[in-house]
């Protein structure tokens, strides 16, 4: 990331600029301990996802996909890893973001939104923030979930 940043500099800053905390792979060199939060609604954030979706606000990226389409590249959707003790999970938002990122960029979502909730202590400082522990469960999960995206492909 950290050359990709630096030749559209007038677009992007490297992860260096932002932190001493945060090394060129984008990732948090110090410890992630779990930090105590009050979390703002899943369903309300990703309501808002569902809209900016449908009304063509992620349009940018269709350029994007089609390049690594092209390229032999494909492209599956996931939800971000969510806090398990969060009070607000509604189904249906989640299943027409899902619907929403297929239909507008032929992405297919390989994860149950469920699959990618993990235990309040396993967040960090945000309601989208990992502890190292908490970014190893989604890892894992997510490994499964392309796993399982693979073998109903046939690929």
Request: with cysteine; glycine share 6%; proline share 1%.
């Amino acid at each position: 990331y950290a050359s990709f940043a630096s030749s559209h500099a007038q677009k992007q800053q490297s992860f260096e600029s932002f932190s001493a905390d945060v090394n060129s792979h984008g990732d948090h060199i110090n410890t992630r301990a779990h930090a105590d939060k009050t979390y703002r609604s899943y369903s309300g954030s990703y309501q808002s996802r569902v809209k900016e979706v449908l009304n063509g606000n992620y349009s940018y990226i269709e350029g994007i996909i089609e390049n690594m389409s092209k390229n032999g590249v494909k492209l599956y959707y996931t939800f971000a890893a969510m806090d398990e003790s969060a009070p607000d999970f509604d189904d249906d938002v989640f299943e027409n973001l899902a619907k929403a990122m297929e239909d507008t960029f032929g992405m297919i979502a390989i994860s149950d939104y469920k699959n990618c909730l993990v235990p309040h202590d396993c967040m960090y400082d945000s309601e989208w923030h990992l502890t190292l522990e908490g970014a190893k469960l989604r890892t894992q999960s997510l490994i499964k979930d392309i796993l399982a995206q693979i073998a109903k492909e046939g690929t």
